[in-house]
């Protein structure tokens, strides 16, 4: 049995009779211990997602699905309260900006604890403890010192693995990491992403990696799914994914990056941006913005369908072969 | 700690000495003299005005009289009282104490309905509650303090005979006097009818004087609120499974504070200035009624030195709230080392 078994959620905003879509048709599954990433440009939906399946949408967000089972529990039949016991304790989920995501009134050790003390039976002495081991664990140095330590004392790098003992004091099941890198520099982005894959190994979690950075997800998912407008469009092994994209938007990510490039030659970007909610061109929503598209593009919305080793939603996917160029 | 607190007494220095000046020039601007007004309407001859002026050393140069105050507020002297030549601090001393009580029991009842509800409209932001509380805050803000002050005495005291018209305690209690407030006072007494009796006549003011804290904590609670539960480290705190009480009152209501605190300072430092207009209500024998009485009297040494304490007084609330600001916000308390 899958970890986590999504089938056709559906998030709406914006009024009941105008419901603009941030995410449709969305499917994912993930199996126990498994490592997945989840690519897309801003406003692609992928934040959305993730934050109706952990259940932090605010309730103007309206969230519908066929299926969403984690474990043996499905997440639509749980109460608020049963759903709330969850999180921190079998789901858990890093975010993007480390710093803020700290409350600046409360020490570190504190904010550890906290989680320790909702979903465990511990005194405070063990609780301590834990947290102490947590600390270690992320390598954080000094880390009897830091337990005292205010956020803004710490950098955003240390507040990020802050972020992620915190996320970790329970031991849980799923890990969701959404851009947990993009807002560090470049040289902690690698530790961050080392440690994250090393507690994922050490621990057996499930990691849901959230990104608009394709490579950095290609070093380390078995498997990818990449969104846009809402949608899945591709999802496959990672690295039939990057070696042979069958949708156009992949392919036109994986161009998009410098390193594909000779010195000197143009970068290729992708012209326009997605769409948002309310403004989602009839058919394919891509179709505006690929190089490829042909008039039923225009008029027929494609379905996700079995493709090879994963499944793309496209009308007309790229033949594997000319997707070195 | 401590040494933010020294920093802050000495900002005070510069700021207690321009207080005097302003004290000391506002007491003159009155149209009008002291003796003036002694004498009443049928007036003095110039002679003898001359001569009690001098008596009073009002015919001083201002300066010679400004370093003259000066040099009393160094040594701890405020002078006596034109009137009663009684020494101003402890004509002050024996009204303060019913103005603090009346401010504190006023600001507490402000505190204790504005945060709640503050609170609760920024959560259910839209609902029924949100929109009715707003209304309501802001009528109770628009209200003029006399009209409402006097539509309550109507209303409880004559109406339906709740609660006293005026003053502090029944006339047949003799309370002795130990910190002059009353409600403290009674318990040291243990008597109890004359605690009932004095709180009995302050749950009016307190109500009329702390409507408007009420209206402007409420106000400031909802915004601050609104504003912290949109934060990424409030969905952070969703995100470990906590509670909504908790992420709410503990995690949002810490980081709202302090503009929350910042007002109840700015309101507990405006009653403490004399609530000139309940207290003339109520017939409250505190600091605004003290005041009113030298302005009218062109008593000068009680309208600079009793100008002077309340604003000293203000000063310590401003004070204990920039020290309330350090405790709270860890940010804070480490930028000012």
């Known amino acids: 049995m899958p970890l986590l078994d999504i089938e056709g959620l559906r998030v709406d905003f914006g009024d009941r009779g105008r419901p603009l879509a941030a995410v449709e048709e969305f499917d994912l599954r993930l199996d126990v211990g498994a490592v997945r990433g989840l690519v897309g440009e801003s406003g692609s939906g992928k934040s959305v997602a993730m934050l109706a399946l952990m259940g932090l949408l605010g309730p103007d967000a309206r969230i519908a699905a066929d299926r969403l089972h984690f474990g043996d529990a499905d997440l639509l039949a749980l109460s608020r309260g049963a759903r709330r016991g969850l999180l921190g ?3 858990a989920m890093v975010f993007q900006d480390p710093i803020a995501s700290l409350d600046p009134c409360f020490r570190i050790g504190a904010q550890i604890e906290e989680t320790i003390a909702r979903h465990e039976r511990l005194g405070r002495s063990a609780r301590r403890e834990r947290a102490l081991e947590l600390l270690r664990s992320v390598g954080i140095p000094a880390p009897a010192s830091r337990l005292a330590a205010w956020p803004h004392q710490l950098s955003g790098g240390m507040c990020q693995r802050v972020m992620i003992a915190i996320a970790l004091a329970c031991r849980p099941r799923l890990l969701i990491a959404d851009e947990p890198t993009t807002a560090l520099d470049v040289t902690v982005q690698a530790q961050i992403m080392g440690l994250l894959l090393d507690l994922q190994r050490r621990t057996g979690m499930a990691l849901l990696l959230v990104s608009h950075d394709l490579p950095l997800i290609a070093e380390t998912a078995q498997r990818t799914s990449v969104m846009y407008a809402g949608r899945i469009v591709e999802e496959r092994p990672t690295a039939s994914l990057v070696a042979r994209p069958r949708h156009p938007y992949t392919r036109a990510l994986l161009d998009a990056l410098p390193e594909r490039h000779r010195r000197g030659e143009r970068l290729a970007a992708i012209h326009g ?12 929503a891509f179709h ?21 080793d994963g499944s793309v939603r496209c009308h007309f996917p790229l033949d594997p072969g000319a997707a070195s160029g | 700690m401590p040494a933010f607190i020294l920093s802050r007494l000495l900002q005070l220095v510069p700021v207690v000495l321009g207080m005097t000046l302003l004290a000391f020039a506002l007491a003159r601007l009155i149209p009008g003299d002291p003796v003036e007004t002694m004498m009443g309407e049928r007036g003095i001859d110039p002679a003898h005005h001359a001569a009690m002026r001098h008596a009073l050393g009002l015919d001083r140069p201002l300066a010679v009289q400004y370093l003259d105050y000066l040099g009393g507020v160094a040594s701890g002297d405020l002078g006596r009282s034109l009137v009663t030549k009684a020494p101003v601090l402890g004509e002050f001393l024996t009204v303060f104490p019913a103005t603090v009580e009346l401010s504190v029991i006023a ?13 609760i409209a920024a959560v259910r932001r839209g609902s029924a509650f949100d929109w009715l509380a707003m ?37 047949l209690y003799d309370v002795p006097p130990v910190t002059g407030f009353l409600l403290v006072d009674t318990l040291i007494a243990r008597d109890g009818a004359a605690f009932a009796s004095a709180l009995h006549h302050l749950v009016l003011p307190a109500i009329v004087l702390g409507t408007i804290p009420l209206a402007t904590i409420a106000r400031m609670t909802r915004s601050a609120m609104l504003e912290v539960l949109q934060a990424d480290h409030i969905r952070a705190a969703r995100a470990k499974g906590l509670t909504s009480f908790r992420v709410v009152f503990v995690h949002a209501l810490r980081n709202a504070m302090i503009p929350v605190v910042t007002v109840i300072g700015l309101a507990t430092g405006t009653l403490l200035a004399g609530a000139i207009l309940t207290e003339t209500i109520f017939s409250w024998p505190g600091v605004g009624k003290w005041l009113v009485e030298a302005v009218r009297r062109r008593d000068y040494p ?22 309330l600001y350090g405790l709270l916000d860890p940010r804070i308390r480490h930028a000012a080392r």
């Open chain 2, 135 to 171: 209304t309501a805050s802001l009528t109770g803000y628009s209200m003029p303090v006399f009209w409402w002050g006097l539509l309550l005495i109507l209303l409880f005291s004559v109406h339906l005979g709740w609660t006293p018209v005026a003053g502090r305690i029944d006339v």
């Open chain 1, 288 to 308: 505006p913005r690929c190089p490829w598209a042909r008039p039923r593009c225009a008029d027929e919305a494609p379905a996700l369908l079995a493709d090879g």
């Open chain 2, 107 to 119: 600001v507490a009842f402000a505190i204790a309905v504005g945060l709640p509800v503050g609170v």
């Open chain 1, 89 to 91: 304790r079998e789901m």
């Open chain 2, 302 to 323: 009680v309208l600079q030195g009793g100008i002077l304490l309340v604003a000293g007084a203000v000063v310590c609330v401003n004070l204990l709230v920039d020290v």
């Open chain 1, 273 to 284: 941006s997605v769409p948002t909610p309310g403004a989602r061109p009839a058919g394919c």
